[in-house]
């Protein structure tokens, strides 16, 4: 069967995908959209979902995407899971070639998207599904009435840790300096909540336990004192790296390996655009996702206009 | 879909269906409130057409099933355990690929 050539192709299915999805269908342009598993991206992990205009009772972040990908079906985006492996080049065309098949388009929209960053430390992934944990909606539930961990002190392992008091009955928030980086008012309520405990300066070293989590290891950053916090669970939300390792050597990518693009969505190479966490950007929220998905589009546009 | 290929695996059936099953069988261990359990459901679905009558493919709820889950010390969901002759022989945590499944799959084939 001979491959058609799409428009537009955009990989991955999280909020920035699936905008430009809607937006690219509204255009009438022949698009495709692939996604490793259903749509949602990190979103799909998210409890609560309070800083997305137009839900003002809030809505859960399975809800939210889920609307997402019902509206993109409205006008019949098509949509194929597979993973997508690298990226080529045969000017002026993209060939992507996932494990399923392989996909042309004249353009690409990259919002792979980024997924959670580990540790690295000993017994991380030796416990791993054994109490140690990258999602908290997912896990939260094995831990009641347990005593457990958070480590980080951002946005996510702050909602997270709020989060899980619904389950555990004590949560050391573990966290490197000696403030919170989340928005205040999560601060806020993290530190008024009586199961939460805030281990300030504190750097995890090892996670104890052999069949299951018995002790987080921690050490005070200045690396003095060091303590074993004796915890069944440990969950690990110190931010995310970006899934890029497809676009390698194609794309250009920062040290961290984010994409860098210019205001309009653009990398360096004609007809490729990225949109959402995965480019280099100050704010990763579903709020900015969405309107990087809606310009990539329509700088797409603009770029198969001119071929 | 795949529905009518997937065993729905309880604690009661648990012993029948998977650890004295003649073939190898994959066990997802979801739950209605995990979203990645739902981002991998239609990778299992499928999974249990490509794999019809090599492998048994099953369900199991944690929620309304919690004993299994916690004799096999099952932390984290989704979980994917493949047996073979009522042993472990795999188990995976997240929502992994399909060609992480399928290479799991085949090893046991």
């Known amino acids: 069967m001979e491959h058609p050539v799409y428009d537009l192709i955009i990989v991955g299915g999280g909020p920035a995908g699936l905008t430009a999805g809607l937006y690219a269908r509204r255009s009438r342009l022949n698009t495709l959209l692939i996604e490793k598993l259903i749509p949602g991206g990190q979103v799909l992990t998210t409890d609560w979902v309070d800083n997305y205009p137009g839900f003002p009772e809030g809505i859960s972040g399975f809800d939210l995407v ?242 | 879909m795949g529905e009518k290929n997937i065993t729905e695996v309880t604690d009661e059936n648990f012993q029948t269906e998977i650890l004295e099953s003649s073939t190898p069988v994959l066990v997802d261990f979801w739950a209605v409130w995990c979203g990645p359990c739902k981002a991998i459901a239609p990778t299992v679905e499928e999974l249990a057409v490509q794999f019809q009558g090599q492998v048994k493919i099953g369900k199991l709820n944690v929620d309304e099933n919690p004993k299994t889950p916690g004799q096999y010390g099952i932390r984290a969901i989704p979980t994917l355990i493949l047996f073979k002759n009522g042993t472990v022989v795999e188990q995976i945590t997240g929502a992994v690929s399909k060609s992480t499944l399928e290479t799991a799959i085949k090893k046991t084939l």
């Open chain 1, 66 to 307: 889920e609307k997402m990908r019902r509206q993109t079906e409205r006008f019949e985006l098509p949509v194929i899971n597979d993973e997508i492996l690298s990226l080529s080049l045969q000017d002026p065309d993209k060939i992507i070639k996932g494990t399923q098949g392989t996909y042309t388009a004249k353009a690409l929209i990259i919002a792979s998207g980024a997924a959670h960053k580990k540790l690295g430390v000993p017994g991380e992934d030796l416990l791993g599904g054994k109490g140690v944990s990258y999602c908290a909606t997912c896990d939260g539930p094995f831990f009641r009435d347990q005593e457990i961990a958070v480590v980080g002190g951002g946005d996510t392992a702050v909602q997270e840790a709020l989060y899980l008091t619904r389950f555990a009955k004590k949560i050391y928030l573990i966290h490197r300096r000696d403030q919170l980086r989340a928005t205040r008012i999560l601060q806020e309520k993290a530190l008024a909540h009586t199961a939460i405990q805030p281990v300030w300066n504190s750097m995890v070293e090892s996670i104890q336990g052999t069949d299951q989590v018995e002790g987080v290891s921690i050490k005070n950053k200045d690396g003095s004192s060091g303590r074993t916090l004796s915890v069944e669970g440990v969950f690990i939300l110190v931010g995310t790296l970006p899934n890029t390792e497809w676009l390698k050597p194609v794309v250009p990518l920062d040290p961290q390996g984010f994409i860098q693009t210019d205001p309009h969505m653009a990398t360096p190479i004609p007809g490729i655009f990225a949109a959402g966490d995965v480019r280099q950007k100050l704010l990763r929220q579903i709020s900015t996702a969405v309107g990087d998905g809606a310009t990539a589009v329509f700088a797409a546009e603009r770029y198969l206009e001119a071929l």
